[in-house]
Each structure stands twice: as C-alpha cells, then as structure tokens.
C-alpha cells in the first residue's frame, strides 16, 4: 500500500523540510498552506519523486477545509499520517500590552485549525489502520511558561493535552498520536512573531545554535516510523544551548 502524508503548513519551515524528507523516502503528498506561489513551487519540485497533491488553505477556515478534504483525489482516500504543523506565535509583549486580534489569530490557527483537520481526516487515517500515524506540532512553550509566552503557551498546552486524550478513543484504531515539543528552532517562526523584524529574528537565534527544520523533519520521520505497536506519546527536544529559565522574583 503506497504511504500517504497530510501536512498542513508546507510553505516553509518544519512543513516544508517533512515535505522533502518524506517525499526522499517514496510517500504521497498532500501538502497545505496559504502562500500559493510557494505551495506550487514545492509542489512542481517535489513531483519529480512522488505524487503531490498541493491545497491552499487557512486551516482556521472549516468550510474550506470541509470542501477541500472531501474533494481530495481518489489515491488520497487512506492516509498513513498526518503532521499537524500550521501553527505561529504573535508577539511576546506582556500580557497587558498584547492586541486581542493576535490572541484570536493564535487560538484559531494553533487549536481551532488543528482541531478541523483531525477531525475531518480521523476517518482516512483510521481506514489506513494499523501503523497510521499523527504527530501534532506542540512545543516547549506547552510545558514551560517564559515572558510573553502566555496565548501562544496555552495553545500548545492545549495541543498537548488534546493529543493525549485522543490516544484513548483512537485504541483499537491502531492509530498512534504524538504530540512533538520542539524548543528553539530556527525558521519564519520568528520572523512572523516578530512582524518581520529581521534584528529580532537576528537576536533570538544569534549564538544559539538553534535545531533546524531538517532536524524536525528526521524527528518526524523517525516517529512515523516505529514499528506498528509501538506510540511515542509525547517527545520534547531542545537545542544543547538552551535550558529552562530559573524562577523569577520581584523584589521591588
Ligand atoms: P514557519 O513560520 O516557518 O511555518 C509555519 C507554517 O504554518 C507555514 O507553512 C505557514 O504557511 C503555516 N500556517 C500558518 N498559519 C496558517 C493558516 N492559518 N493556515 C494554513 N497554514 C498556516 O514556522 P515553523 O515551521 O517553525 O513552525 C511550525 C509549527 O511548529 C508551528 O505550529 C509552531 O508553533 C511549531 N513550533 C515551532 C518552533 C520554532 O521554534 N520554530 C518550536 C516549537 C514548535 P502559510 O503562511 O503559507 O499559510
Ligand atoms: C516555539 C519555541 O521556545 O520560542 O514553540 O516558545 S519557543
């Protein structure tokens, strides 16, 4: 049976990197994101080594991800995994600083658009059966609080305990689900959160030694293809560089 992948934010970064890495290795693609030009590009390139299927999408818009998904080709009709990876962080001011249009952005995308496309691709996944896979972008930020992680923080918390429930009601699926928490890793992450300030981008990963999308994109092979009994349930990895932060006190 040919090995066919979902990934949800292809047009750089981790999605893009999984894109190569699992169409290197022969699996079907059906790719997503917002930035046509780039998704058709990836598409155009990737193509010379296997079946792409590329879909512009916002993952915050459920019909369009309703139309899109049902209207998937018939060679798309089973999937063997899904990375649900479209996701951002808006800002990292203090709370009482932060615009509500950023809160709504980050909720929509990081949990209401990973919400839609688990949803309406469990039945794909669930007839491909045993050995299926989901491995569902958390991050560090889910587990550890920092200054100004707070919206963008709760999300991934929430995708970290959305994927652990839905282990229970996919058992006998043969369906595995992971939740992946990455720490500091080097891509438009941080362009996009810092509204394209290149100096910010330049200062957070200056020095770092950050992981890179490739690195992601192993990890992520690497999961969805353990032997069949086996779900990583949750994995968190962080550059050598970085460490938690020690307790803050005001002593003012
Ligand atoms: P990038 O900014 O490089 O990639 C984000 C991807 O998500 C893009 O392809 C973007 O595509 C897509 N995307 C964003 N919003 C939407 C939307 N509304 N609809 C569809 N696609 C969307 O970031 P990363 O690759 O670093 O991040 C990927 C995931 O990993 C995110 O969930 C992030 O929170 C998480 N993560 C990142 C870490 C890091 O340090 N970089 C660490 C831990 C987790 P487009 O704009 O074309 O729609
Ligand atoms: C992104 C990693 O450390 O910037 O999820 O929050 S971090």
């Given at each position: 049976m040919t090995s066919t992948l979902f990934i949800t934010g292809?047009?750089?970064g981790f999605g893009e990197a999984c894109a190569r890495r699992f169409a290197e290795a022969g699996w079907s693609l059906v790719i997503t994101g917002r930035r046509e030009a780039r998704l058709q590009a990836l598409a155009d390139e990737l193509s010379a080594l296997t079946d792409v299927h590329p879909l512009v999408l916002d993952v915050r818009d459920r019909h369009a991800m309703e139309r899109a998904i049902d209207g998937l080709?018939?060679?798309?009709?089973?999937?063997r995994g899904l990375i649900n990876n479209a996701g951002l962080a808006l800002g990292a001011d203090p709370a009482p600083r932060c615009d509500l249009n950023d809160w709504d952005v980050m909720v929509d995308t990081n949990i209401k658009g990973l919400l839609y496309s688990t949803r309406l691709l469990l039945p794909r996944l669930i007839a491909h059966g045993r050995g299926a896979g989901i491995v569902n972008l958390g991050s560090v930020a889910g587990n550890w609080p920092y200054p100004g992680s707070h919206v963008y923080g709760a999300t991934k918390a929430f995708v970290r305990q959305f994927s652990l429930s839905l282990r229970n009601d996919l058992v006998g699926t043969g369906v595995r689900v992971t939740d992946l928490e990455p720490g500091l890793c080097e891509s438009e992450f941080s362009l996009v959160r810092f509204g394209g300030d290149q100096a910010k981008y330049d200062a957070t990963y200056s020095g770092a030694e950050p992981i890179q999308p490739e690195d992601i994109a192993e990890t992520i092979h690497w999961i969805l293809n353990?032997?069949?009994?086996?779900?990583?349930?949750s994995l968190e990895l962080m550059p050598v560089s970085q460490t938690w932060a020690g307790f803050a006190i005001d002593r003012s």
């Open positions: 292809a047009t750089s080709p018939e060679k798309f009709a089973t999937l353990q032997p069949a009994h086996i779900n990583i349930n």
